[in-house]
């Protein structure tokens, strides 16, 4: 079967099946926002149809794509576990990261700082606190995320670097107003 033929078969199983895959994905997901189905389906797509060849073999289609799609649905929920609230952290973890961020050793953070940085994660991109929260909250390695979340390490490393510049810049404005305060 030629390779354009291969991707007409895919482009037809996709449209005509479209909503019986994403009926499938929301029965799978707890989440069952229209997006996130929608999403999770152009994914398992995208990777098929920019593939060509890499499916060949494959004698039963329905059953080869409804099958990435658990595989992506696990993956997502695999995800989903790294993350964790921030509020349930522990102290200590707390302040190691706002040293982390300023550079130095400092166990006299006002509460107030504490608050300022919980509230500035929690409006960080979703990719930017997941890759925070495991690294710097729950100890995972760069390579263990990279495993369980299927992103290159370079890249995990790239956003938790904008991650920490974006805190430090929201942050500095409340560290200043607090100095300010003191004198």
């Given at each position: 079967?030629s390779e ?37 389906i ?31 649905i696990?993956?997502?929920?695999r ?43 929690k ?19 760069y ?14 490393m ?10 430090h ?15």
């Open positions: 079967m354009q033929k291969q991707q007409n078969t895919l482009n037809s199983f996709f449209t005509e099946e479209y909503d019986r895959l994403k009926s499938y994905v929301r029965s799978k997901i707890e989440d069952s926002a229209e997006r996130d189905a929608e999403d999770i152009q994914d398992v797509a995208l990777k098929l149809i920019t593939r060509p060849g890499s499916y060949t073999s494959i004698s039963n289609l329905a059953g080869f794509v409804y099958n990435a799609l658990r595989n992506k696990v993956d997502g929920l995800t989903k576990k790294v993350k964790s609230s921030v509020d349930d952290e522990s102290e200590e973890r707390l302040t190691n990261f706002m040293d982390l961020i300023y550079g130095r050793s400092d166990n006299a953070y006002s509460d107030e700082m504490k608050r300022a940085l919980l509230q500035s994660i409006t960080l991109k979703p990719h930017y606190q997941e890759v925070i929260m495991a690294i710097d909250f729950e100890g995972y390695s390579s263990e995320l990279a495993h369980d979340t299927n992103t290159p390490e370079g890249t995990l790239s956003r938790r670097h904008r991650a920490l510049s974006l805190l810049k929201q942050l500095k404005k409340t560290k200043e107003l607090e100095n300010d305060e003191l004198f």
